[in-house]
């Protein structure tokens, strides 16, 4: 699940082309994420700016076969903290990487085992903030083409020949993937949820790099970054107990983030931002065209968004000496 991004400086100038092979180059910026999940939203210049992230009840994946020969070595990398209820689907998805490393933060629920089982290599790591594991898992890869994955995705086997053939003569150092993203059964296609570009998924370790923010991290590319057509499938919250579990962690995170940096839980931003959000998933990015969903869908990020000011709050009023 993600929400509205930040925009920083860019990374190079604005180009509008379109490769042969179709991914396409336009104005690629350094952003941060705003929401529970990975952070970073970004489309072609034609739309919207979009969001979305996060898993559960997805179909059961049967390893893929790719049919097309891959010139350029990749390590495909999971981040996972009990994640064995969905790990087997999405390595079956990405069988066709020369390396899997699985970054764990201490899982208790037999994710290692699982990843151990299915030939990954697990690194075992205290959770440090996502956008430092992130980059650990990419110190460790054995390739510098790298492939980055969620536990709550899955990839195609479409996907993975575009991949394929892609690498086979690379026009770009990074390249964004659309995601389909399903919430309780059905896939929302408004919402800010499709396509829901995030960070680069595909991209060459030498010119990419995360910032080491400890949620919704950004990235840093020093290379050209591009679109695949394809898909990854996300199944985030399968149900609303999920969901909640989600953004309690996410707004613990962010509103740490936000008093690191000096941010403070003004009665404007308590009050005034829930309502914004609302409006803005609902009505801005037509939530209501997802029916029942997207009204929910709206009600939960409004809920984050003043979970994590009001979290902010409590960590300010720690931080007052007491009289």
């Known amino acids: ?142 390739n510098d083409w790298i492939f980055s994955i969620d536990a709550d995705e899955r990839c195609t086997p479409e996907l993975a020949d575009e991949i394929r053939r892609e690498l086979t003569s690379p026009k770009f150092d990074a390249y964004f993937v659309p995601r389909r993203s399903h919430f309780l059964g059905r896939w929302i296609r408004h919402s800010g949820w499709y396509p829901d570009y995030r960070q680069p998924q595909l991209f060459n370790r030498r010119k990419f790099r995360y910032r080491e923010d400890v949620v919704h991290e950004s990235f840093e590319c020093a290379g050209r970054c591009g679109y695949l057509r394809e898909h990854v499938m996300q199944y985030p919250w399968a149900t609303l107990a999920i969901a909640t579990e989600k953004l309690h962690r996410y707004s613990t995170l962010m509103a740490q983030r936000y008093a690191a940096d000096k941010k403070r839980a003004t009665l404007t931003r308590l009050l005034g931002s829930p309502l914004a959000m609302f409006v803005r998933v609902y009505v801005v990015q037509q939530g209501f065209r997802d029916g029942r969903h997207g009204l929910v869908l709206a009600a939960l990020y409004s809920y984050y968004t003043f979970l994590k000011y009001a979290k902010l709050w409590e960590l300010q009023q720690k931080e007052r000496p007491r009289s």
């Open 1 to 142: 699940m993600v929400l509205p991004a930040q925009r920083d400086k860019p990374v190079q100038n604005p180009q509008k082309t379109r490769a042969a092979n179709g991914p396409y180059l336009g104005k690629i910026q350094r952003l941060d994420g705003m929401l529970p999940g990975k952070g970073l939203v970004r489309r072609p210049a034609s739309g919207l700016v979009h969001w979305g992230n996060f898993i559960n009840n997805a179909p059961s994946m049967q390893p893929i076969v790719s049919t097309v020969t891959q010139p350029v070595s990749v390590t495909a990398y999971i981040l996972t903290l009990n994640e064995a209820r969905q790990l087997r689907d999405v390595l079956a998805g990405i069988r066709w990487a020369n390396e899997i490393i699985v970054v764990d933060s201490h899982s208790t629920d037999g994710t290692v085992g699982i990843a151990q089982e299915n030939g990954a290599r697990v690194i075992d790591q205290d959770f440090c903030g996502f956008g430092r594991l992130r980059n650990q898992a990419l110190d460790a890869a054995g």
